[in-house]
């Protein structure tokens, strides 16, 4: 095997990042690529963000429900940085600097306290949300035709390019999150729906093994910071031209305009 030179390829992966060029995956050239390793390339990759003062303001995960981990082929879920240039101020989306863009409906849990450590439960979530967002989660990964290993998607910072969260932000007691209905409809015309239990059974299961995860890598997850819990349908792609509707029952609907 080639000897891995973990800042090249997040020098490269940046490259794509910024441009929308698609890439052959990393393990085509490195088949022994570890999940480790990846997640290195992916903080160096964001170190390089950061360095153009792009910096992180929160967190995602990634391939939290059964149906993407089956569509993706990938069976546990994974962690993305989320950095501000990748939040849109208003619910438009360019799509001419993107590859194969595909939207998914979500939920944000904000924080107001610091969660860390490898025993946090959902009540310590609870106790640390300030609040959730309904909001839509942009993916584009690097690899050709949307295809890639474990390694490889996450040193690509789990396909992140975009999000757009809700202009309301509800209360963590509010509702029952696991038992949201969520409908997305495209140009008119539904094409995906499913629960919020979707999401590892219940949304917050999601924050709680970001955290276990996030904590083998000595990292926590700060007090303001955003968490996108993970897909609750399948992601719909997007073109130039098409409207999405997405309707979270008895809570509000996010609409996004592709540009
Ligand atoms: C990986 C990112 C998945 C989610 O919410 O499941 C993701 C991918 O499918 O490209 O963001
Ligand atoms: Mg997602």
Known sequence: ????????????????QQNGIEM????????????EEAYDIQKLTIQRYVERNDPVIGWKMGLTSKAKQISMGVDEPIYGRLTESMELREPVLHVKDLIHPKVEPEFAFVMNKELKGGNVKPRDVWAAADGIYLALEVIDSRYENFKFTLPDVVADNASSTKFVLGSQVFSPSYTQWDQVKVTMHKNGEEVQSGYGK???????????????????????I???????????????????????????EGLDTLNLAIN
């Open 1 to 16: 095997m080639k000897r891995l030179d973990v800042k090249a390829i997040a020098e490269k992966i940046d490259y794509h």
């Open 24 to 35: 052959v995956k990393i393990t085509n050239e490195y088949p022994e690529l570890t999940v």
């Open 198 to 220: 979707a999401v590892l059974e219940h949304p917050v299961h999601s924050v709680v093994e970001l955290t276990k995860m996030m904590n083998r890598d000595n990292l926590t």
């Open 222 to 248: 700060k007090p303001g910071m955003a968490v996108l819990v993970g897909g609750i349908t399948e992601a719909v792609s997007v073109e130039e031209g098409d409207i999405l509707n997405v309707e979270y």
